[in-house]
Nanobody, 126 residues
């Protein structure tokens, strides 16, 4: 059974940085495409960033592009999300997601991911 466990969330001031981590267990990590989504109160879950089996293939939401980096360490079964210059609107629960098979469509779609973590809260104060 594949499980995903996120960590690294917390309370930070606007302008600060965070690095979120997500460890996958129960599967062969290198087989998985991975993504981060977030959900703010009373809002729908939204795509943040994705990284495919080839770590050079990454994608970002416009809201975080240029100030965030998604990366993976296959030796540690871990995917990371670094967000810099945090803004209050980045406040949300951040979820890690994984998909073991290739997909010809967009990796920004939450529905294509079959495995999800429990989420980690990020709160940015102004």
């Amino acid at each position: 059974q594949v499980t995903l466990v996120e960590s690294g969330g917390g309370l930070v001031q606007a302008g600060g940085s965070l690095r979120l981590s997500c460890v996958l267990s129960g599967g062969i990590f290198s087989y998985y495409a991975l993504a981060w989504f977030r959900q703010a109160p009373e809002k729908e879950r939204e795509f943040v960033a994705s990284i495919q089996w080839n770590a050079e293939s990454t994608d970002y939401a416009d809201s975080v592009k240029g100030r965030s980096t998604i990366s993976r360490d296959d030796a540690l079964n871990t995917v990371y999300l670094q967000i810099n210059r945090l803004k209050p609107e980045d406040t949300a629960v951040y979820y890690c997601a994984a998909r073991p098979t290739r997909y010809s469509g967009s990796y920004k779609t939450a529905g294509i991911y079959g495995h999800w973590g429990q989420g980690t809260q990020v709160t940015v104060s102004s």
